[in-house]
């Protein structure tokens, strides 16, 4: 196989060479947060992908690819509830994730290996962020929130070439709200773990060591990628306005 890819993270051209099990290559995709209908955005992402898996395949190569779905997030709780007539957002979800679907299958695009949910995977990210207070990457406030703490991280921004203290923030600004801004010791580090709030439907949230609550946004996606290709894989994919600050916490989760 001879096929060069363009690493946001080295920022050069460089070989695909598969180093973690021979003769498969192992992706990871950033797919939809299903909080509404699909655009073509999102189906350029999908149909880049699935040139690169067959080109892949038609080079002998087996893929194992991993294309998560967010069904949980502020974005689809706020949407759902300002509905006419509301609808539970669990329903609003799985609504959009069917479209999304129908969209895929539209134009051809082959399904993922492993399609996994992020409300299917809690106990993974309870776990991963009790490994980052374990390591000193993280801290519980005094309102249940559980937050990252980015100087902990001494290559946090290579991925986007950034320096901390040039950044004001490194949540996603749908993301921002003063509950989860409330007990921060730094305002540029993010929630891993979101308090459940009173004006929030009770279903939106899990039991958890630091109290009831649900993950924030970046937590699933390094909880799911080790979940189902392990501490280490070839290829993070996803769309390049997702590169901050979603995937540069990733990378700093994983990390840590």
Aim: glycine share 8%; with cysteine.
């Amino acid at each position: 196989m001879n096929l060069r890819l363009y690493d946001s993270a080295a920022r050069a051209v460089v070989p695909l060479a598969p180093t973690v099990v021979p003769g498969t290559v192992t992706i990871y995709l950033c797919g939809a947060t299903v909080q509404g209908a699909p655009h073509i955005g999102h189906m350029r992402s999908a149909i880049v992908f699935d040139v690169l898996r067959r080109w892949l395949e038609r080079c002998g190569q087996r893929v194992l690819l991993i294309r998560n779905v967010t069904d949980i997030d502020d974005k689809i709780l706020a949407k759902s509830a300002a509905a006419e007539p509301p609808v539970p957002w669990w329903a609003w979800a799985q609504r959009h994730e069917r479209e999304f679907d129908a969209a895929y299958r539209a134009l051809g695009v082959a399904p993922p290996t492993y399609e996994p949910r992020a409300t299917g995977h809690i106990p993974e990210m309870i776990d991963l962020v009790g490994r980052l207070l374990d390591s000193g990457h993280a801290y519980v406030g005094e309102r249940g929130n559980v937050y990252y703490d980015v100087r902990s991280l001494p290559d946090y921004g290579s991925l986007t070439n950034q320096r901390v203290e040039d950044l004001a923030t490194t949540e996603d600004e749908a993301q921002i709200d003063d509950d989860v801004e409330a007990d921060k010791r730094d305002p540029r580090d993010f929630a891993l773990w979101k308090t459940a709030k009173p004006s929030e439907p009770d279903d939106a949230a899990w039991d958890s060591p630091w109290g009831r609550g649900r993950p924030g946004w970046h937590l699933e996606c390094s909880a799911m990628s080790r979940r189902y290709l392990g501490e280490t894989f070839d290829i993070h994919g996803g769309g390049i306005d997702l590169r901050f600050p979603h995937h540069e916490n990733e990378q700093a989760q994983s990390h840590g």
